[in-house]
């Protein structure tokens, strides 16, 4: 089955910068897109950027555009998130999700890796 693996978080101060990564293993060959989502305490999960696996066609939620960056690496099965610009609002868990085709729910989620900006 499919295992997704997130990286790189940490404690960064406002104005900061954190490469978030999400490697991905196991029965990926027909996913269609990778999507970064985060969760602040007591909050919904909330979507953050998207990207298709071939093109590598990108979408982003308003309230990181122009600071965040989803990139893809199709041969090491990998995703990444550059955040620039932190916000202390940015202090979230974020989780990597994989869909398998356009319009579907993402069906595998990997365990989180915890970002945290202070202020």
């Known amino acids: 089955q499919v295992h997704l693996l997130e990286s790189g978080g940490g404690l960064v101060q406002a104005g900061g910068s954190l490469r978030l990564s999400c490697a991905a293993s196991?029965?990926?060959?027909?996913?269609?897109?990778m999507g970064w989502f985060r969760q602040a305490p007591g909050k919904t999960l909330e979507f953050v950027a998207r990207i298709r696996w071939s093109g590598g066609s990108t979408y982003y939620a308003d309230s990181v555009k122009g600071r965040f960056t989803i990139s893809r690496d199709n041969a090491k099965n990998t995703v990444y998130l550059q955040m620039n610009s932190l916000k202390p609002e940015d202090t979230a868990v974020y989780y990597c999700?994989?869909?398998?085709?356009?319009?579907?729910?993402?069906?595998?989620w990997g365990q989180g890796t915890q970002v945290t900006v202070s202020s």
């Open positions: 999700g994989m869909r398998s085709g356009v319009g579907g729910n993402y069906e595998y």
């Open positions: 196991g029965r990926t060959f027909s996913s269609y897109g």
